[in-house]
């Protein structure tokens, strides 16, 4: 797998589709949030990238969209404290970038994860950006990938699968949406200490894919393609289709907490347009080193 620290490779005019997806983005690791805006940096500068997806865990935590709405209030109100936090917010600069990459030509398309499943469209809105549903499919020349998150495939953890269909229900989401921020913030706390506790005592295969469900899921497609595993990797997933693994944006020193950050990311490139025939998938690693 090749490496680079930007994706200005030497076919920068190739590049037409970038994928990503479990960068975890929070206030907490600015390290990620610089990596996530370097990447976007990249995208900006590439002439005919015609899409950017981001599959799921964004963010480390979403709660709902009034995290960040909150703070667009109408001008002319006497506190103009608001807007003042909404330059300074740490998903600002995130939003600017993604604008005008969306000006650019770009669209934005974005997927739930398992850590932002109340993710919005209005926040998308923001940026002129479109929430997508799994499955997905996307033409690659003249194959058909199935893009997801991975979560679902994950079938052999029943607790977790139990709790998915749980919270994925509009009911559920409804109810916690309506509660305060302050109550969703330490229900979220209660949730990432019991699921931290819960992994603890799980062994690693019920975490991964179950071969089974990624038969069933691969079935109508002729490639798989998701995150959420943190273990990007390229799999034979049946004797004529392959399953490609997204990676976490990860630091690479956790101990100086140093902002260097490495990713597993794919693209899409081609020599004439977007969805031509020779059109082609790959996985590289993204670094970001400061």
Not at 149 to 158: E, F, I, M, S
Request: hydrophobic content about 40%; glycine content about 6%; aromatic content about 8%.
């Amino acid at each position: 797998m090749q490496s680079f620290n930007h994706l200005i490779t030497t076919r920068p005019h190739q590049v037409r589709q970038v994928l990503i997806s479990d960068l975890h983005l929070s206030p907490e690791e600015p390290a990620l949030v610089q990596a996530f805006l370097a990447l976007l940096d990249d995208c900006l500068a590439l002439p005919a990238l015609k899409r950017l997806f981001i599959l799921g865990d964004w963010f480390e935590v979403w709660l709902g969209d009034d995290m960040y709405l909150s703070l667009l209030k109408e001008k002319g109100s006497e506190d103009e404290q608001p807007e003042g936090e909404q330059k300074a917010h740490w998903l600002t600069p995130l939003i600017v970038k993604l604008k005008q990459l969306r000006i650019n030509g770009c669209e934005i398309l974005v997927m739930h994860g398992n850590r932002d499943f109340l993710l919005g469209q209005p926040f998308c809105s923001l940026f002129g950006g479109e929430l997508i549903y799994e499955p997905y499919n996307l033409t690659v020349g003249q194959q058909n990938y199935r893009l997801e998150h991975g979560d679902a495939l994950c079938t052999d953890d029943k607790k977790y699968q139990f709790f998915r269909k749980v919270m994925r229900n509009r009911l559920t989401q409804w109810y916690l949406l309506n509660k305060s921020l302050e109550k969703r913030l330490a229900i979220a706390d209660n949730m990432r200490q019991r699921s931290q506790q819960n992994n603890a005592n799980k062994a690693a295969h019920i975490m991964d894919v179950n071969d089974e469900a990624v038969r069933q899921a691969i079935t109508a497609s002729d490639a798989l393609l998701h995150g959420h595993t943190h273990r990007p990797d390229i799999h034979q997933a049946t004797a004529d289709k392959k399953r490609y693994v997204l990676g976490d944006w990860r630091l690479l020193d956790k101990d100086t907490r140093q902002p260097k950050v490495s990713a597993v990311i794919g693209t899409v490139t081609a020599d004439d347009g977007l969805g031509n025939n020779d059109a082609q998938f790959e996985l590289f690693e993204f670094k970001f080193l400061t």
